[in-house]
Nanobody, 124 residues
Framework: QVQLVESGGGLVQAGGSLRLSCAASGRTFSNYAMGWFRQAPGKEREFVAAISRSGGSTSYADSVKGRFTISRVNVRNTLYLQMNRLKPEETAVYYC?????????????????WGKGTLVTVSS
């Protein structure tokens, strides 16, 4: 089992920045590719970004490329998502995800472990 706990969500104005964190415990963190998803009210959960086990490869949804940065520090068992130039339509619950296999895009069904999410609200 892998336990994932997100933090860092909150209220931010459009154009602002937030940094999300995900603390992992349980099985060896570096054995898992990690990712972020988000789910807005009334919408399906969607892929945001992913990072390989070593951190050497990253991938992003087209909608966030150039504005979001995913990173990880394996010795700290922590995953990050730096979000810049946020938009109101990006208001959502953001979820940390773990999978044994890295891919350039993930479907929710490919995720082995989920955190409980952290709410990001972007005001206009």
């Amino acid at each position: 089992q892998v336990q994932l706990v997100e933090s860092g969500g909150g209220l931010v104005q459009a154009g602002g920045s937030l940094r999300l964190s995900c603390a992992a415990s349980g099985r060896t963190f570096s054995n898992y590719a990690m990712g972020w998803f988000r789910q807005a009210p009334g919408k399906e959960r969607e892929f945001v970004a992913a990072i390989s086990r070593s951190g050497g490869s990253t991938s992003y949804a087209d909608s966030v490329k150039g504005r979001f940065t995913i990173s990880r520090v394996n010795v700290r068992n922590t995953l990050y998502l730096q979000m810049n130039r946020l938009k109101p339509e990006e208001t959502a619950v953001y979820y940390c995800a773990a999978s044994p296999v890295y891919g350039t895009t993930w479907l929710p069904g490919e995720v082995d472990y989920w955190g409980k999410g952290t709410l990001v609200t972007v005001s206009s």
